[in-house]
């Protein structure tokens, strides 16, 4: 029999698939620019919060040149009027809107204007490359309803600064800052003078390429979070949780973003029993048809709305 004294084994060779995994490293001094601190639940918002609408609705944009268009649009469906009642008191009602829009690479304007005397207008402006003016307005001849609001973006190499002005004595202002490639942290500060109440909050958010989650929190009693989760490039799912800590308040909804070749669908269900629907249907190039529907058997509340939107 041989001696196997001596001999030296070949060495092992780890099997594919289990090598050890090298740690990523971080550069902190690389770190990405953070969304606005009032965006970072703008991926929830957009599968939980469409734009639902009750009646018939109808917008049209034409194009005057590549930086001037007009629009127009008509509604026709019920105002809802303050009830102490259960049900739901709605009173039939019709508006046209007339709208002019300027659009530039560092500057942006919209304007509306409405048969009842409603006068709408947004701004937004390139200050420099890394301070952004955001201006937003309604004038109404309804005393005390006009408001007005100046917003101040400044985007660092990893941060975000805004200040907010508005009438009414309202200041605010949020700071938002990358810790990680994808965890940001922020915090904000408020003063309504009119009403004489101040707040402070603080927020967090995590996204990679299949999620984001968010959760915020402020003095005034607000607990929000969020959660979404990307399921496939054209499938996500997300989900939200609202406490109010004064008013004892709970909300809790789930819903879907699905994209498909020629039309998107969003929806949602809430812990109240509220479920909504909102469809975008591509009929052709410069032609969508809309469906937008919610359901509030808790309330006796039915709302079904359909659309037109031509133009680009």
Not at 279 to 294: K, Q, T, Y
Request: neutral net charge; hydrophobic residues 40%; charged residues 20%.
């Amino acid at each position: 029999m041989a001696s196997h004294i001596g001999v030296v084994p070949p060495p092992m060779t780890p099997a594919k698939g289990n090598e050890p995994k090298t740690a990523e490293k971080i550069d902190y001094l690389n770190l990405p620019c953070p969304i606005p601190y009032e965006e970072i639940h703008r991926e929830a918002l957009m599968s939980l919060k469409p734009e639902l609408f009750e009646g018939m609705r109808f917008d049209f944009t034409k194009g005057l040149n590549q930086k001037f268009s007009l629009s127009h649009s008509v509604f026709m469906g019920p105002m809802e009027v303050p009830s102490q009642a259960s049900e739901t008191i709605k009173i039939p009602t019709a508006h046209y809107e007339f709208g002019a829009n300027f659009l530039d690479p560092k500057l942006m304007l919209f304007g509306r204007i409405l048969t009842d005397g409603r006068l709408n207008a947004r701004v937004k402006c390139d200050l420099t490359d890394n301070l952004i003016l955001k201006a937003n307005s309604q004038l109404t001849s309804e005393p005390h309803m006009s408001h007005g609001m100046v917003n101040f973006d400044y985007k660092g190499k990893d941060f975000r600064i805004q200040f907010q002005l508005g009438n009414g004595a309202l200041f605010g202002a949020s700071y938002i800052q990358s810790v990680t490639p994808h965890l940001s942290l922020g915090s904000e500060v408020f003063w309504a003078g009119q009403h004489r109440k101040s707040g402070i909050g603080l927020a967090a958010r995590y996204n990679t390429d299949k999620m984001v989650a968010t959760g915020q929190v402020a003095s005034t009693g607000m607990v929000a979070l969020s959660y979404v989760q990307k399921v496939s490039e054209k499938v996500s799912l997300a989900s939200d949780f609202m406490y109010n800590y004064m008013s004892r308040d709970v909300t809790a909804s789930f819903g879907y973003d699905y994209v498909l070749r020629q039309c998107r669908l969003r929806g949602k269900i809430d812990s109240n029993g509220c479920t909504a629907a909102f469809l975008e249907e591509r009929l052709n190039m410069g032609l969508n048809f809309i469906l937008s529907a919610e359901i509030d058997h808790w309330k006796k509340d039915y709302k079904f709305g359909f659309g037109l939107t031509v133009g680009e």
